[in-house]
């Protein structure tokens, strides 16, 4: 069983590399998910991380939800600012309940912080942003 | 002499804070500096009149709000916040509301007002209160217990904002809790999504490759989700 599903990870995400398909992006991504693929938030970072998924990577943070996303709080906290609106709600939800705080500086929190409070412009996902903001400010204060 | 007053060509050395008392301070009389954010709240008796105004610093860089209490609501009063008993409108608009560019002179030429800035000098003036005075901040809550400024002042300023800065109300619930000053006790929007609902939009409402939904999108196939019952995903 293990072994099945070692070689089906390898495979969606040989694949997930490869593709530049956003569909595929979307499919492959749910799948590691649902196998929770061991490799497989490095990948799916990558894309998130790439030009072409903008204003698709709601799907892609939902697929994240997993893992342990301690190591990619920045590039969530940047998504979180930069929206469109589902991806903000998505990577929301990632700094909920997939960030190890224990793996976050106060000083890493201090920089969010101040960054979302300087970018909270932006109308359709302001709320988002503030209440990531609230929900910061008690992590550091802990 | 005043030492730094080659940072600040063109500005009379006999002026306070840029004339901008609202947004800056100068404790050391050097140069001027932003304030933290402030809770400005209006109490009424039972008649409506003005009976004190309090200020709270928020502590933190957040936008300065007005809270104006309503003596006629109650805790079924929708889009009321709760404080010691007694329930407040939310009437200034929060900075955040602005677009970056709205704060963008104030950065490059404190001559030059931002349209945040602009807005702001307009609230205070028609409370009657001279801004370019630097002891505006008593002035400004007397003022506003002779003439307290009224939501068509409020709405008059509201008019020449963003259009976008409308969908600000319509994130407010029924009642909500107001601790005043700190953030992380501040309201629970309704963005939150459910679990359920998440899993059932992304594995089967949506189809790969779709673009990201808008706010107004993904509040529809909530409301849909919710008529459909609630359903799981299948998938």
């Known amino acids: 069983m293990e072994k099945r599903i070692f070689i089906n990870c390898t495979k969606l995400i040989h694949e997930l590399k490869h593709t530049n398909e956003i569909q595929q992006i979307h499919s492959?991504?749910?799948?590691?998910?649902?196998?929770?693929?061991?490799?497989?938030?490095?990948?799916?970072?990558?894309?998130?991380?790439?030009?072409?998924?903008?204003?698709?990577?709601?799907?892609?943070?939902?697929?994240?939800?997993?893992?342990?996303?301690?190591?990619?709080?920045?590039?969530i906290i940047s998504n979180i600012i930069l929206g469109p609106y589902e991806t903000a709600i998505e990577a929301y939800n990632l700094v909920l309940g997939n960030i190890d705080y224990r793996k976050i500086s106060k000083d890493t929190l201090r920089d969010s912080i101040q960054k979302m409070s300087i970018f909270n412009s932006e109308l359709d996902h302001v709320e988002i942003i503030e209440e990531t903001v609230n929900f910061l400010k008690i992590k550091r204060d802990e | 002499m005043d030492p730094l007053a080659e940072d600040f060509v063109g500005w009379t050395p006999y002026h306070y804070v840029h004339q901008n008392p609202i947004n800056l301070i100068d404790p050391t009389g050097m140069s001027a500096t932003t304030i933290d954010g402030e809770d400005?709240?209006?109490?009424?008796?039972?008649?409506?009149?003005?009976?004190?105004?309090?200020?709270?610093n928020t502590g933190e860089l957040t936008p300065n709000r007005l809270f104006v209490q309503d003596p006629s609501a109650t805790s079924e009063t929708p889009n009321r916040y709760e404080r010691n008993g007694k329930f407040y409108e939310q009437q200034m608009i929060p900075s955040s509301e602005y677009t970056e560019d709205d704060y963008k002179p104030m950065k490059g030429n404190l001559n030059n007002p931002s349209q945040f800035d602009r807005d702001r000098y307009d609230y205070v003036?028609?409370?009657?209160?001279?801004?370019?005075?630097?002891?505006?901040?008593?002035?400004?809550?007397?003022s506003m217990m002779d003439d307290p400024?009224?939501?068509?002042?409020?709405?008059?300023?509201?008019?020449?904002?963003k259009l976008g800065a409308a969908k600000f109300t319509s994130t407010l619930g029924a009642k909500k809790e107001f601790q005043g000053g700190k953030q992380k006790d501040r309201d629970k929007t309704i963005f939150n999504y459910p679990q359920e609902f998440r899993r059932w939009f992304h594995r089967q409402y949506k189809q790969s490759g779709d673009k990201d939904a808008t706010k107004d999108e993904l509040q529809d196939i909530f409301q849909e989700w919710q008529n459909m019952g609630s359903p799981k995903s299948r998938k």
């Open chain 2, 125 to 142: 003036a028609k409370s009657g209160v001279d801004y370019t005075d630097s002891s505006w901040l008593s002035r400004f809550g007397e």
């Open chain 1, 28 to 75: 492959l991504a749910l799948d590691i998910s649902d196998e929770k693929c061991e490799n497989g938030l490095i990948e799916i970072m990558n894309k998130i991380t790439d030009n072409l998924t903008f204003n698709y990577r709601g799907t892609l943070f939902y697929a994240c939800s997993v893992y342990d996303c301690s190591d990619y709080f920045s590039i």
């Open chain 2, 40 to 56: 400005i709240i209006v109490n009424k008796d039972s008649k409506g009149k003005v009976t004190g105004v309090e200020r709270i």
């Open chain 2, 149 to 161: 400024v009224t939501s068509e002042d409020i709405q008059s300023v509201i008019s020449r904002r």
